[in-house]
């Protein structure tokens, strides 16, 4: 499809950048055109709407605009309507949150292609259409729902293009998921009792919430990982950053477990002198939480009972994983919090 992506602003411009780099690894021909005040590479100015509309209006498939939804209903639609039947209109505010389609023009579909367009780009679709008021699902809303972390970014798209085909998705889970399965999606394995059953064959495409790294369970599959690893740690205050790292990585690697699930890095308060502690959960992008020595694990405890005791604390008093390791004036241990998974 051709696609001309409009945008009025700064921040428009931005957006515009984004969502057109989204349609265009979509194999769409997609062209940013901005207001000719907030240019850029990448980016084609214009000074009028109109002149615009005459340049593009008969070579377009869809207008996609990155505005705001009164102004553009203001500004475009009704010159829109004066040419009758054209390219397709949709509208995304410039905060990425909601895509709706305003007028289907020539393309048929055009609410199919919204939800499609927007679950890809993270956002809501907010179809008004009388024949078609289903919510369709967001893979990426709900691994950000869930904290999960998404292997195989790529394969958002394998998974969404398979359910707007009317193909059936598969899930396997190996934590509790609650909630009513979206249309589409049905369970293998233990989630085959989960509300939404399946008998027959494994789908070819499924989605995966795990944390084994081997064994796939689809022909096709987006593999998530949960983000409930909680760590906790006694260093001295001469230990640099990137050696802490090293050595929790290390921690990680021995015991099969992926860095991207932390969730937190936890210490005693009265030992956390240490920059290092809170600068490598600043970089992983992970809260930091300090405990007092008495809280949970008594004045007198060893710095090995201390630092387990962080890590049980930080994971909601969770499982342990690992035991406390030491090394070189360095101790962490790893807990797993418990989650619940949801749609």
Not at 54 to 60: A, F, P, R, T
Not at 268 to 279: F, G, K, M, N, Q
Request: charged fraction near 20%.
């Amino acid at each position: 499809m051709k696609i001309s992506v409009i945008s009025f602003t700064r921040a428009g411009a931005a957006k515009n950048l984004e969502l057109a780099a989204i349609l265009q690894k979509s194999h769409h021909q997609a062209v940013s055109y901005s207001w000719h005040k907030y240019t850029g590479r990448r980016l084609v100015p214009f000074q009028s709407l109109q002149l615009l509309f005459q340049d593009i209006w008969g070579e377009q498939d869809a207008l996609l605009f990155v505005w705001d939804l009164e102004r553009t209903v203001r500004s475009a639609l009704p010159w829109l309507l004066q040419k009758g039947e054209g390219p397709a209109v949709f509208f995304a505010d410039e905060g990425g949150n909601h895509v709706i389609p305003l007028l289907s023009g020539n393309m048929r579909g055009a609410d199919a292609w919204c939800t499609w367009f927007a679950a890809l780009a993270g956002a809501a679709a907010v179809v008004t259409s009388c024949c078609d008021t289903k919510e369709v699902f967001s893979l990426r809303r709900f691994a950000q729902k869930n904290r999960l972390h998404i292997q195989d970014s790529f394969r958002i798209k394998t998974v969404m293009d398979g359910l707007l085909a009317g193909e059936t998705v598969g899930i396997y889970s190996d934590y509790p998921v609650e909630g009513v399965f979206p249309e589409g999606v049905v369970g293998v394995g233990a989630m085959m009792h989960s509300g939404a059953g399946q008998t027959g064959a494994v789908p070819r495409i499924g989605i995966s919430l795990t944390d084994d790294w081997e064994a796939p369970h689809f022909e096709k599959e987006c593999r998530m990982f949960p983000c409930n690893l909680a760590v906790g740690i006694v260093c001295g205050p001469q230990v640099a950053e990137s050696v802490l790292e090293r050595f929790v990585a290390g921690i990680l690697a021995r015991n099969h477990l992926s860095k991207t699930r932390l969730c937190s890095l936890s210490a005693v308060r009265e030992l956390a002198d240490p920059p290092a502690i809170a600068e490598l959960a600043n970089r992983l992008g992970i809260p930091y939480f300090t405990y007092e020595k008495g809280q949970a694990f008594g004045e007198n405890a060893s710095l090995e009972e201390a630092c387990e005791g962080c890590g049980r604390l930080g994971s909601g008093n969770g499982k342990q994983l690992v035991q406390c390791q030491e090394q070189e004036g360095m101790l962490a241990c790893v807990y797993e919090k418990e989650i619940g998974i949801s749609f």
